[in-house]
């Protein structure tokens, strides 16, 4: 039982994430050792949470009984995903300080500390108006980096992202607002039994809450049709910033995995197959697009983004199947595309950063220092991010085309997963050749911007930028014991059972109670 | 009052949404705000319109309201209130910044100021 450890997660960050503001404002050095120790302990609490997160656990907020206040809730799916978040900002932090990026603009670590507090909190939280308010957090903390270091476009793109997200929060709050309404609940375990139990006349309106949250999901995953935000958002976002920003649409599947197996699930009277038939279409088109922009793109970081967009076009393609392999094979495939979208992003930083004026255009230029190296990471990131072997891409992506293999439409399945994957693999070769192979001489671009980025990072960054390609290959070696953990979690949201009778303290969960100790002893 | 509170929300939310829908930072965050109005309004109407009931328990009651949307719309009101002020701030240092307050940005400018 992990008791109040449950919270850390949220809680750390906040209070660190003020100290930095209050304490340390005018002192860069300190904010580094202060913020890289937080994300240091965060990672060892997402690890112990993780190894005790085999029974559901729900962390009661002032004490007060469910569904009546709020509840954190440990099962886990969620532990998996603060594991995951912790380790993406370790690596991101490592990468921020390494590139001289935080130093670029105020507050860098406050904000980075109270996105990580915002992702953790929708982690773990088992209360959909608390998903609201953490994704409130995560995304104030987020337009604050993604205008970090300033610039005309960046702001003007910034306008755009927060304008759109704040769209999305106002059709969550109707979301939220019809669901409770309907039910007079906001717990999710509440509202899983509470739609088992709808009287058929409010079952139309529970449907359109249930579209509207799948909505604002969408948002935040870059789902067609409301991907436009992410392409510009994340193309002209700091690197570190848009490698952390990894995990920000996997916040979108995440909900999505938790809000429609646990009270919206296939099987239920209330939504049947409604949104796996939306999503399907819509994940297929995503995952097309994605890969259409990494071919047309004429910038690495456009790139970088269309890749980000394709990525979570597969993973809700395996989404859609709302079923325990699928489920399973989604997790897998979110942990792999975390890392291979933020080493991307982290390596088109690194050729930025030495291209001089000619930065991240797609154009041949010349030579520039450090090139093999360079290469050669962007060689393995592309490799990861197209889903090619040996890399875990390939493995994600075979489970998932198992999985779906008695899906209905899956010629369609298939077939647009593999040829995308090679339409993703020709456009990240035509880069990689464009900017490593091909020299010319610099071309006459008219007003090229100043440089914006320091002399070649230090070696720190170029580790940091390696980091997610040697979590790869983990994930690749490991992925026999790493997919019968995910199909295991995919089990445990099926079997719903667990969850709602921890989350409403039911006797079922007593009895849970009771075995626990006994297998401790 | 359910016709005047739903066609009041109704038509916060149309004039929000076609002031999102305009090109410009000023009418987009008048939108931005009248939708928060709606919202705000909507999620105080989801625990039923009552009148003159007390949302806390009181020895005199007969029925009470409830208390719950009160405290949702609270939130919503204080997250709102932030966001319009953070928004605010983000078109203003982009008009200073780039001399225009278009939400679009054209390709070309793009291709002159995106480092990518």
């Not at chain 1, 992702?119 to 994704?135: E, K, Q, R």
């Not at chain 1, 797609?362 to 450090?370: E, K, N, T």
């Not at chain 1, 090619?388 to 010629?411: E, N």
């Amino acid at each position: 039982m992990m008791g109040h450890w449950i919270i850390v997660p949220v809680v750390m960050p906040a209070v660190v994430a003020a100290l930095i503001v209050l304490v340390m404002r005018h002192d860069l050095v300190l904010q580094r050792v202060v913020s890289t120790a937080a994300v240091a302990a965060l990672v060892g609490v997402a690890v112990a949470l993780f190894a005790n997160a085999g029974t559901v656990q729900a962390y009661r907020l002032g004490d007060w009984p469910a569904p009546f206040g709020i509840v954190l809730m440990l099962d886990r799916l969620s532990a998996l995903m603060v594991l995951l978040t912790a380790v993406l900002a370790a690596v991101v932090i490592l990468y921020a300080i390494g590139s001289g990026w935080d130093g670029r603009g105020r507050h860098f670590h406050a904000l980075f500390q109270f996105q990580l507090m915002g992702i953790c909190g929708a982690f773990l939280t088992g209360d959909a108006f608390n998903l609201f308010v953490f994704f409130e957090v995560l995304l104030i903390a987020s337009y604050g980096l993604m205008i970090h270091a300033g610039g005309g476009l960046r702001l003007r793109m910034g306008v755009q992202y927060v304008i759109f997200n704040l769209a999305g929060s106002t059709l969550f709050l109707f979301a939220l607002g019809t669901l409770y309404g309907v039910t007079g609940t906001l717990n999710m375990a509440d509202l899983a039994v509470k739609m088992g139990t709808l009287a058929p006349a409010d079952q139309a309106l529970a449907r359109v809450g249930a579209m509207l949250l799948l909505l604002v999901f969408a948002v935040k995953g870059a789902l067609v049709p409301l991907q436009f935000w992410l392409p510009g958002t994340y193309a002209n976002a700091p690197a570190p910033v848009a490698a952390l920003f990894a995990i920000m649409t996997k916040v979108g599947a995440y909900a999505v995995i938790r809000m429609y197996v646990l009270v919206f699930p296939p099987d239920s009277a209330v939504t049947g197959t409604l949104f796996a038939d939306l999503l399907l279409p819509a994940a297929l088109v995503t995952l097309a697009l994605g890969a259409l922009g990494v071919l047309g793109a004429d910038r690495m970081g456009k790139l970088a983004a269309f890749a980000a967009i394709a990525s979570m076009g597969t993973v809700f393609t395996a989404v859609a199947g709302f079923t325990e392999a699928s489920i399973a094979a989604a997790l897998y495939y979110i942990i792999h595309s975390t890392f291979a979208g933020a080493a991307l992003f982290l390596v088109v930083d690194l050729v930025r950063a030495r291209r001089g004026p000619l930065a991240g255009r797609l154009v041949a230029g010349p030579a520039f220092a450090g090139r093999g190296l360079v290469a050669a990471l962007f060689f393995a990131a592309a490799i990861a991010a197209a889903g090619m072997p040996p890399l875990s891409g390939f493995l994600g992506k075979l489970l998932i085309l198992d999985a779906l293999r008695t899906a209905p439409g899956v010629a369609w399945i298939w077939g647009v997963i593999l040829v995308t994957s090679l339409v993703t693999l020709v456009g990240l070769a035509r880069a990689g050749s464009l900017v490593f192979w091909s020299t010319a001489e610099a071309p006459a671009l008219p007003e090229l911007p100043p440089a914006e980025a320091p002399p070649p990072a230090p070696a720190l960054a170029l580790v940091a930028a390696a980091a997610p390609l040697v979590a790869l290959v983990a994930l690749t070696v490991l992925a026999g014991p790493v997919s019968r953990e995910t199909g295991a979690i995919a089990a445990d949201l099926f079997a719903r059972t667990a969850y709602i009778d921890a989350a409403l303290e039911t006797d079922g969960a007593k009895g849970m109670d009771a075995d626990d100790t006994g297998e401790a002893h | 009052m359910e016709i005047l509170v739903a066609s009041a929300i109704g038509m916060m939310t149309a004039t929000g949404v076609y002031l999102v829908l305009r090109l410009r930072t000023f009418p987009v965050v008048l939108g931005m705000s009248f939708l928060s109005y709606a919202v705000n309004v909507f999620l105080f109407a989801t625990g039923r319109l009552v009148v003159n009931r007390p949302p806390i328990i009181e020895d005199a009651a007969r029925a009470y309201t409830d208390p719950l949307p009160q405290a949702l719309v609270l939130t919503a009101i204080v997250i709102s209130f932030g966001m319009t002020a953070v928004v605010v701030l983000l078109a203003l240092g982009a008009y200073i910044d780039s001399g225009t307050d278009r939400i679009d940005v054209p390709p070309e400018d793009e291709e002159r100021e995106g480092r990518g």
